[in-house]
């Protein structure tokens, strides 16, 4: 007696080929992001959707598919996503690690930004407000909690 393999029984050939094109997207966008991370390619103006289709191993069109399926609306977003982190990631050190505050023109080049205003439009769509209110923001925090813990061991 012949038996079908159970994912085709299950989920018929349609779906299993779409499963593993799904799979495969998936492992294209991982690889992408582990490249942006650890490389920072979001830095380098220059580098394209193209670029990094080569550096993953894929051709624009999966790359194209797996950023809009897992990450973000286009490649674009996916790119300014890297930065805004990496200028939050400096904030927070500034606030919390004792960095020197750095004036917001040069918070911008050091995300990878053209300039401010670019970088104030992309902080807004992730964030939900500017760089400089993210920071005043934070410092507020930092003086209430320490406050709060003076207070606490006063007491």
Do not use: W
Request: aromatic share 10%; proline share 3%; glycine share 6%.
């Amino acid at each position: 007696m012949d038996h079908e393999p159970i994912s085709s029984t299950l989920l018929g050939e349609d779906d299993v080929s779409e499963y593993c094109v799904n799979d495969l997207k998936r492992e294209i966008f991982d690889k992408a992001v582990l490249l942006m991370e650890r490389d920072e390619l979001y830095l380098t103006p220059s580098y394209s959707i193209e670029d990094l289709s080569r550096d993953v191993g894929t051709n624009r069109t999966y790359m194209s598919e797996s950023i809009r399926d897992y990450g973000s609306n286009s490649y674009c977003d996916f790119v300014n996503n890297f930065r805004v982190e990496r200028v939050m990631r400096r904030i927070n050190e500034e606030v919390f690690k004792g960095k020197k505050m750095l004036p917001v023109q040069e918070l911008a080049i050091i995300g990878g930004f053209g300039c401010t205003r670019v970088m104030n439009r992309h902080f807004r769509r992730y964030i939900g407000k500017t760089p400089g209110l993210y920071r005043r923001e934070l410092v507020s925090e930092k003086c209430i909690s320490e406050s709060k813990m003076s207070t606490d061991l006063r007491q």
